[in-house]
């Protein structure tokens, strides 16, 4: 028997008690701050936290924030617009007032708190869909959510628990982080070549081509590429052979090879690459390498057009030199992003093995009057 099955054994074998969140965790307000007062204020040194929405997140004296209403204690905070989350913080911080915190005098109740919403996260942001042009979730539906309160040795024994799957999971992905710099550092010099090696437009070893709408077409097993990715799956193809992918908008320094076929939109640009001049991966390590977000034409949204693409030059060797440089590349990408492989597979595996213990250890049975 583990020592969580005593303690429930011995606290409370019959179940526990379900509870609204208002009627156990004090909520917190946070500071009236605009986007402009955040990007005046930012400081990397700062002592303070402020979480805005989505994922932003800056930190600033506690002197350059207007009206703040700083929390010193451990305490959950709900991102109630745009990403529907909630972040756990035991450091100073305060948050933009369209979101809400919440703590409780004792610190293991807190971070116990923390790990139940987010195994109920999916339901907050089902709840949110339909408000709006942005998800958002009302503060009735985290005050009003019940959660099962077991007693305090119970809840210290899931947290404790809790907490070693998530420092193992923070580990390993801090190992891939160095890994992923490690493999741009080689990269980026496996690319580097002097005059003796040929340079080459763009436009000289490959054709841009527009995406389109696919809305007119049915459902089938060929990916609709946007500039964030993967958007449906539909019964007809745009190219279908090796291409990299380049966002127009938006995202643009996120780019896709893709040797299936395939269709874009007119977010993200396709390219039919001259395959008796460069192979369509060493075109695609080499963008990466370019890092195309330099080459930005918008002041607002990111853009890229094909008249400024179509004059960035890479280096173009010998095929048995692109051949040698892309088998070498393959293996750091393989070990670096591969989810079938390598670290990104045992995080992915660690990751749905925290998920299901966090779903078994937080299910009790309801005790009823």
């Known amino acids: 028997m583990s020592r969580l099955d005593e303690l429930i054994k011995?606290?409370?074998?019959?179940?526990?008690?379900?509870?609204?969140?208002?009627?156990?965790?004090?909520?917190?307000?946070?500071?009236?701050?605009?986007?402009?007062?955040?990007?005046?204020?930012?400081?990397?040194?700062?002592?303070?936290?402020?979480?805005?929405?989505?994922?932003?997140?800056?930190?600033?004296?506690?002197?350059?924030?207007?009206?703040?209403?700083?929390?010193?204690?451990?305490?959950?905070?709900?991102?109630?617009?745009?990403?529907?989350?909630?972040?756990?913080?035991?450091?100073?911080?305060?948050?933009?007032?369209?979101?809400?915190?919440?703590?409780?005098?004792?610190?293991?109740?807190?971070?116990?708190?923390?790990?139940v919403l987010k195994n109920n996260m999916q339901e907050f942001r089902d709840a949110a869909s339909g408000m709006g042009s942005l998800p958002q979730i009302s503060l009735k539906v985290t005050e009003d959510f019940k959660i099962p309160l077991p007693p305090l040795p119970v809840q210290q024994e899931i947290v404790r628990i809790l907490d070693n799957f998530t420092e193992l999971t923070a580990e390993l992905t801090a190992e891939l982080t160095a890994r992923r710099k490690q493999y741009e550092y080689y990269r980026d010099l496996l690319l580097t070549f002097g005059d003796d090696i040929s340079w080459c437009n763009l436009e000289e070893i490959l054709k841009i081509r527009n995406g389109k709408d696919y809305k007119s077409f049915n459902v089938g097993n060929i990916p609709v590429y946007g500039s964030g990715g993967i958007m449906t799956y539909i019964d007809t193809y745009a190219y279908d052979k090796p291409s990299v992918l380049i966002p127009r908008k938006g995202s643009i320094d996120k780019l896709y090879y893709v040797e299936k076929p395939f269709w874009t939109v007119?977010?993200?640009?396709?390219?039919?690459?001259?395959?008796?001049?460069?192979?369509?991966?060493?075109?695609?390590?080499?963008?990466?390498?370019?890092?195309?977000?330099?080459?930005?034409?918008?002041?607002?949204?990111?853009?890229?057009?094909?008249?400024?693409?179509?004059?960035?030059?890479?280096?173009?060797?010998?095929?048995?030199?692109?051949?040698?440089?892309?088998?070498?590349?393959?293996?750091?990408d393989a070990l670096c992003n591969d989810l079938t492989c390598g670290l990104p597979a045992e995080i992915e595996a660690r990751q749905k093995q925290y998920e299901y213990y966090r779903d078994k250890l937080l299910s009790f049975k309801e005790v009823t009057a």
Request: net charge positive; glycine share 6%.
């Open 10 to 115: 011995e606290f409370c074998p019959n179940g526990v008690e379900y509870k609204k969140i208002k009627q156990v965790y004090k909520r917190l307000k946070g500071t009236p701050i605009t986007a402009g007062k955040m990007k005046e204020i930012d400081n990397p040194n700062g002592e303070i936290r402020i979480f805005a929405g989505g994922k932003t997140v800056i930190n600033a004296m506690e002197k350059d924030i207007t009206n703040a209403n700083i929390t010193r204690v451990p305490a959950v905070l709900v991102q109630s617009r745009g990403v529907i989350d909630v972040v756990y913080y035991d450091k100073p911080f305060t948050f933009k007032n369209e979101m809400w915190a919440y703590t409780h005098e004792d610190k293991t109740s807190v971070k116990y708190l923390f790990y």
């Open 266 to 332: 007119d977010t993200i640009f396709y390219t039919e690459i001259y395959t008796s001049k460069v192979i369509p991966k060493y075109v695609f390590y080499c963008l990466q390498k370019e890092r195309l977000e330099q080459y930005n034409t918008a002041g607002g949204v990111p853009s890229l057009t094909q008249t400024v693409l179509n004059k960035v030059k890479i280096p173009v060797p010998p095929i048995e030199e692109q051949e040698r440089i892309v088998a070498i590349l393959d293996r750091f």
